[in-house]
């Protein structure tokens, strides 16, 4: 049973436009909602976090909105450059010290 | 932002041989540790979880005499798979937890002929 279910698999967005990738989750007792970043061949880079006492945060170019109710965070990348193409995952867990529950993957292309 | 190492970056070696990698946190002691396996195009997958100076947590299928896990010091994370075989040649993460948030290692490729 998979407790994090992320959309799209896959997205291309031109250069300038806005990409949006969601993920839904099961447990309520998840706390902490992270997003990474990975390259090909690299390990995942922490982009943004969230926990369920705000409904959106926002990191320069890069918002994550929160819907506590509906069970579903997003991830929003403003001004979408070729140098974001790479695969993001969601993520969520019970505290800083669980296991990570990732969402499958969404693989970003930006596209000149 | 906290640094996570790996060592090695790669690693090639032959079926039934034994190797180790290390997940190192740089600047921060790491109260638990993390390490995920990860196969091409696909998600993270959790393997065990480890606190330091205690035995490590196993995922239901990972055997863990196979992959050996210890947790040597609030900074350093080591795991050894013994006796590899090509099915186990994967790409291994490790992460660490400041108690807050996770941090990732860069990743070791492992390749087993």
């Known amino acids: 049973q998979q407790q994090v279910k992320q959309s799209p698999q896959s997205l291309i967005v031109q250069k300038g436009g806005i990409s949006i990738i969601n993920c839904a989750y099961e447990n309520t007792a998840f706390d902490y909602f992270p997003w990474y970043q990975q390259f090909p061949g690299k390990g995942p880079a922490l982009l943004i976090a969230?926990?369920?006492?705000?409904s959106e945060k926002k990191e320069g170019r890069f918002t994550i909105s929160f819907n506590k109710s509906a069970k579903q965070f997003s991830l929003h990348i403003m001004d979408s450059q070729p140098g974001d193409s790479a695969t993001y995952f969601c993520a969520a867990s019970k505290s800083g010290n669980t296991p990570l529950v990732f969402g499958k993957g969404t693989r970003l292309s930006v596209i000149a | 932002g906290a640094v996570v190492s790996q060592h090695p970056s790669r690693v090639i070696c032959k079926s039934g041989t034994s190797v180790k990698i290390e997940c190192r946190s740089l600047d921060f002691q790491a109260t638990t540790m993390f390490w995920y396996r990860q196969f091409p195009k696909q998600s993270l997958m959790l393997m065990a979880t480890s606190n330091e100076g205690s035995k490590a947590t196993y995922e239901q299928g990972v055997e863990k005499d196979k992959f050996l896990i210890n947790h040597a010091s609030l900074t350093l994370s080591t795991l050894t798979v013994t006796s590899a075989h090509p099915e186990d040649s994967s790409f291994y993460i490790c992460s660490a937890s400041d108690s807050y948030t996770q941090y990732f290692g860069p990743g070791t490729r492992l390749t087993v002929l």
């Open positions: 969230i926990r369920p006492d705000v």
